[in-house]
């Protein structure tokens, strides 16, 4: 299954290979892919991509990655427009607040041809609107359509990750107000493990219990243990923003599934204190058989003490799979209706004077 999620710590080796493999192809062919690497790595070209959060995530962007079973594919990213002086220098100077510019968009070759890359630019324009950008420089957008044309007609790669121009003749979008989001990092995070537990398999009509808990464990154990015998249990170790000091810090959860009778259905949310575990639950009921696929999204929620600018940072997106079964395509609610009318045929036959009942019926038939 591909997905488009926001890039993690975890991820970056693997989104500068992709950056690499697709460049390499392009622009020097020559070479092999090592030497490319090596190249770019001399000459600090990924290094937006290794500072990630202070070039893109606290300067009102977002780097995004396209998974395919959870491969890094491809990239994309948007921030806000600056000019840069030299070669690989990714500060830069900022222009104005409402240009953004578009970044490294990268795609495999193999997954050409499906869209991804439109949904791609989709997704981070979108971002841009929310993020209250109304403009683009020309040059980028001029860049972006023609390669967007060269790959309908060649299935050539696209990229933006190009040298900026040093004045901005600007293309503008669509506005759509919502609040502007920034999370500034702290130097030392408090690290906690996230544990997902759900069930492989429900009968379909049943209802079970999907669970989401971020724990600090005393001991230090962060080994994810299934509290129900027979669930799938996925963890991961996180690091979280120590922000408790300046900000009241809420926990954010919501589960994506559809087809599924979800509740709650919304964004649940739980106040996180230094040490104290966070919980969510999750009640789950398909209606029909077969096999349903989710997003248990997990953020963090910002609320300055002194009554600043409200923030979130997305921390975790995990992809779920249940099986919903049947018996003999029955759904479980007529299942156990016939479940008790065979309890109770099976007590009436097993009486013991039922088969002299019998004979005595049949004689006075037969008389």
């Known amino acids: 299954m591909v997905e488009i999620l926001p890039i993690q710590p975890d991820q970056i080796a693997d989104a500068k290979c992709v950056i690499c493999a697709v460049a390499q192809h392009i622009f020097a062919p020559e070479k092999t892919i090592e030497e490319f690497i090596k190249m770019q790595v001399g000459e600090h070209e990924l290094n937006d991509v290794d500072n990630y959060r202070e070039i893109y995530t606290e300067n009102r962007g977002q780097f995004l990655v396209v998974l395919d079973d959870g491969k890094v594919v491809g990239t994309g990213a948007v921030r806000k427009h600056t000019h840069c002086p030299q070669r690989g220098c990714y500060w830069g100077v900022t222009l104005e607040d409402d240009v953004a510019e578009l970044k490294r968009i990268w795609l495999l070759e193999s997954y050409h041809g499906q869209k991804i890359g439109f949904k791609m630019v989709s997704m981070l324009l979108g971002f841009a609107r929310q993020h209250s950008f109304r403009r683009f420089p020309a040059f980028f957008v001029a860049?972006?359509?023609?390669?967007?044309?060269?790959?309908?007609?060649?299935?050539?790669?696209?990229?933006?990750?190009?040298p900026q121009p040093g004045q901005a003749l600007a293309t503008r979008i669509a506005p759509a107000p919502t609040e502007s989001i920034s999370v500034q990092v702290p130097a030392v995070p408090e690290t906690r493990l996230l544990t997902l537990e759900f069930p492989p398999t429900i009968r379909a009509g049943d209802s079970d219990v999907v669970r989401l808990t971020l724990e600090v464990d005393a001991q230090g154990n962060l080994t994810p243990t299934a509290s129900v015998a027979g669930n799938v249990i996925q963890g991961q170790v996180l690091n979280i923003p120590n922000l408790y000091d300046t900000h009241n810090v809420l926990a954010e959860a919501r589960l994506d599934m559809a087809g599924m009778?979800?509740?709650?259905?919304?964004m649940a949310s739980e106040p996180l204190q230094p040490g104290q575990t966070a919980l969510f639950f999750w009640s789950i009921r398909p209606t029909d058989p077969g096999k349903y696929r989710g997003t248990v999204w997990l953020f963090l929620h910002f609320v300055p003490r002194n009554g600043g600018q409200e923030s979130r940072q997305p921390l975790s997106a995990q992809v779920i799979e249940i099986e919903a079964t049947s018996l003999f395509g029955i759904a479980a609610g007529p299942a156990r209706w016939l479940g008790v009318a065979g309890t109770f045929l099976s007590s009436v036959l097993g009486l013991p004077f039922l088969e002299q009942a019998l004979k005595w019926l049949w004689k006075r038939i037969r008389g």
């Open 261 to 266: 009778e979800v509740h709650p259905p919304d």
């Open 143 to 162: 860049l972006f359509l023609g390669l967007l044309s060269l790959q309908l007609a060649c299935g050539l790669s696209t990229s933006a990750g190009a």
